[in-house]
């Protein structure tokens, strides 16, 4: 959901072809997730579990991907996990 809010895609939206999403600010994610009820306490515990979830880390921190504004962006992805067919996200399971 927080992807799909209008209000946030100056710092998260879904790559052009919805199989990854991608987030400018780690600070702005953590707040939004904090604010969604998970208690999530730092980044890199958001990363960790992302990785406990299977998701594949298309970037990493000395290698954000630049966008045509200049803005860069760290890029996560999961099979199950597309903009297009959100009830695969039920498929998601922990490691």
Known sequence: RIIEEPKNESWIRWTEDGTAFK???????????????????????????????R?????DQRRKIPDTDGKLWWMFSHAMFHR????????????
């Open 23 to 53: 987030f400018s600010s780690s600070e702005k994610l953590l707040a939004a997730l904090q604010a969604a009820g998970l208690r999530a306490q730092n980044y890199h515990s958001v990363e960790k579990n992302l990785n406990d979830y």
């Open 55 to 59: 998701f594949n880390r298309l970037t």
């Open 84 to 95: 297009d067919y959100p009830d695969q996200i039920v498929n998601i399971q922990r490691r």
